[in-house]
């Protein structure tokens, strides 16, 4: 491989060392800022993650429950999953939200675009605030277990501000609300 650049880092070398339907690993051997020799492992979501805070009439929202293979612990978040690139964020989104609530929504508000962990990776989100929602029937994949939970914003407020929400996208998306809430730039009477 020719030496390329990417930013201040030269790339020497990058060799995939695992690659699934969802992510790809890959090795780079690299000359650093300061040009001395180095590594960095790399890895490349093949989808947009995509989140959801739903609000009814009565100001709650609905979090799901599942257990969390990675950190071995049970999460509460808000409803999530994965976007195909080249898809209508959005059109992902309201997916998202019907399958594991069984909501739809008349009005959706874009939240945030965030990277979620730029270190070591380059994985995107997208979140969003819908409402006027109809419930309908759930449709979870079947490698979910979920459960889902009609909670005040209030209490999922509570809940970030205690450490029981710890999902990046979840507080990311949450405080958003909040904060567009408290500065009287989120109605969600309409």
């Keep these: 491989m020719t ?6 880092w030269t790339i020497l070398s990058a060799e995939d060392v695992y690659e699934n339907p969802w992510i790809r690993l890959t090795h780079h051997e690299v000359l650093t800022p300061a040009q001395t020799p180095g590594i960095y492992g790399l890895i490349h979501y093949k989808n947009l993650a995509i989140g959801v805070v ?8 609905y979090l799901v429950g ?4 990675p950190l071995d612990s049970y999460s509460w978040e808000i409803p999530e999953g994965g976007g195909a690139h080249g898809v209508d964020p959005l059109e992902s989104a309201a997916r998202e939200l019907r399958e594991e ?14 990277d979620l962990s730029n270190s070591v990776s380059d994985e995107r989100a997208v979140a969003y605030v819908a409402w006027g929602l109809t419930q309908g029937e759930s ?4 490698t979910e277990e979920l459960a889902v939970r009609r909670v ?10 205690a450490g029981e929400i710890r999902d990046a996208l979840s507080i990311l998306s949450l405080q958003a609300v909040r904060l567009l809430h408290l500065e009287g730039k989120l109605d969600l009477s309409v």
């Design 152 to 161: 005040p914003l209030t209490e999922a407020f509570r809940m970030v501000e």
């Design 101 to 114: 609530t069984g909501l739809t929504a008349r009005h959706w508000r874009k939240l945030l675009e965030a």
């Design 66 to 69: 599942q257990y969390r293979f």
């Design 54 to 61: 739903p609000v009814d009439a009565e100001g709650h929202t």
């Design 139 to 142: 449709e979870p994949e079947a």
């Design 3 to 8: 030496p390329t650049q990417k930013g201040p």
